[in-house]
């Protein structure tokens, strides 16, 4: 039956995909799904033994950190709202409150709450009834006052978290502080639980923090912990619902972004590299069924452009192909809205279409190498997505005029510029890349190059970004 449900449910994706973005693109998302698939079946969540969380409780017994966890409910079912509470109390970090916020119209979860602080005797479980429901952001508010902890995160009342999530956490919290560098937001790889098969599917593993990939789709979601005074002073705002925690990591970001051109306090967000977070997979999910909610996507478009616009950055939001997933527009280009980017790279085809070169990890690794023309990078869509890296390709680039004279140390060729055809969705625009026709040196020499400015552009305080729609063929 769940297999069956999940057959309809795909069928149902790939019914709005075409109805959306067209027979060509379509064909080329299926291909990719396909691809995806039969990968997916070798991922296995491996939770931590018993001697690993004996340990992790001795050491942490004395850390001074209270996380407060807000769970905003409404008439959960018994069964996920006890498995969500339980995943809590197996936390080998014990020093945390649930706060669950009800605006349910009948008793039932309240009576499921008590029950469960009664049968374990557990008072670290407060229970809030609201007078009303107002929506997820207002009702999650009222839970984030009630907190007192040092740090709040975000519970959705039928999820789960890992029995090492609180410890994790609070680890990284510590060695921050041990290290000079607090931090302000936190968050963790996460994975969904299929409510048909009782099994744990389709890991997201994270970036660490990476700007523009943020002003892209919100990878951050779930685990997220934020230092409870910016919390407070953010809170969720009800014109949001539905993409309310991408607004509320955008307004986050907005705040540690420092004033200048090149000062970010990007070290205060930090990505936890382990899955902490079990997303309940069932039909009426986003989960499992984006078009379930396709209002949160443009509710996210609008949080990202209220972002832009509290930046002063002149730009028009759009939705790309999938949904939760944008792209902005800068007006009149990147380099001239955003004076913290030094450097916009592409991406480098071979004859086959398949990407060989553009973008490059700080061991000079091309990111998505092998990857066709027409893919995606599966269902996190990243191979198509705007976001910063190390390093990118000299060959495919536009430079910063205050960088020029560092480019043409490092290549040895005075700066002069080539056009290129450049489409984005339907529109086409020509931009100017450096032209580097005197340079003779192999793929290797290419790659050292670029690897080599990228360092320097990144050492003098600037990002290199990376936009796939950029693209030079060989």
């Given amino acids: 039956m769940a297999n069956r449900v999940l057959r309809l449910d795909n069928a149902r994706k790939t019914i709005n995909y075409l109805k959306k973005n067209g027979l060509t693109n379509t064909v080329y998302a299926a291909a990719e799904r396909v691809q995806e698939e039969r990968t997916a079946c070798s991922y296995h969540y491996h939770p931590p033994d018993e001697s690993t969380l004996v340990r992790q409780r001795r050491e942490s017994e004395d850390w001074p950190y209270l996380f407060s966890i807000v769970t905003p409910a409404y008439e959960t079912r018994e069964e996920h709202l006890r498995e969500m509470i339980a995943s809590v109390q197996a936390q080998s970090y014990e ?127 779930h685990f997220l912990a934020v230092k409870a005074e910016l919390m407070k002073e953010l809170k969720l705002r009800g014109d949001y619902d539905g993409a309310q925690d991408y607004d509320l990591v955008l307004r986050a970001v907005d705040a540690l972004w420092q004033d200048g051109t090149k000062a970010f306090a990007a070290e205060q967000i930090c990505h936890i590299p382990r899955v902490l977070y079990h997303w309940r997979s069932h039909r009426d999910s986003t989960a499992l069924n984006t078009a379930s909610k396709t209002y949160a996507y443009e509710a996210g478009r609008r949080a990202l452009a209220d972002f832009c616009a509290g930046r002063g950055f002149q730009v028009q939001v759009v939705h790309s192909l999938h949904l939760g997933f944008y ?109 580097v026709t005197g340079l003779t040196c192999d793929e290797a020499g290419y790659r050292k190059l670029s690897t080599a400015f990228g360092e320097e552009v990144r050492k003098a305080g600037y990002l290199v970004v990376w936009d796939p729609a950029v693209t030079v063929r060989l």
Avoid at 335 to 359: C, E, K, T, Y
Avoid at 388 to 401: F, L, P, S, T, Y
Avoid at 410 to 424: A, C, F, P, Q
């Fill in 95 to 221: 020093r945390w409150e649930l706060v669950i916020v009800d605006a349910g119209k009948t008793n039932t979860v309240e009576r499921t709450v008590r029950q469960i602080i009664h049968e374990t005797n557990d008072l670290r479980i407060r229970y809030s009834r609201l007078q009303e429901n107002q929506g997820i952001a207002e009702n999650t508010n009222a839970g984030i006052e009630r907190a007192k902890g040092d740090y709040i995160a975000l519970l959705d009342h039928d999820d789960l978290i890992t029995p090492d999530a609180l410890y994790c956490m609070a680890a990284m919290v510590r060695r921050g502080e041990q290290t000079g560098c607090p931090k302000a937001l936190l968050y963790s790889d996460e994975d969904k639980y299929d409510e048909g098969t009782k099994t744990l599917v389709n890991p997201h593993k994270k970036k660490k923090f990476n700007l523009d990939l943020i002003l892209s789709n919100n990878y951050i979601c």
């Fill in 327 to 435: 792209r902005i527009v800068y007006e009149p280009d990147f380099l001239s809205v955003r004076r913290d980017a030094g450097v916009v790279g592409g991406r480098i085809l071979d004859q086959r279409g398949r990407i060989f070169a553009g973008a490059y990890d700080e061991r000079g690794r091309c990111l998505f190498q092998g990857l066709p023309e027409h893919f995606t990078g599966g269902s996190t869509h990243r191979a198509v997505l705007v976001q910063d890296c190390a390093a990118a390709d000299i060959r495919c680039m536009q430079v910063r005029e205050e960088l020029r004279p560092l480019f043409s140390s490092i290549t040895g060729l005075s700066y002069r510029e080539r056009d290129l055809t450049v489409k984005r969705g339907r529109e086409k625009t020509v931009i100017h890349i450096a032209d």
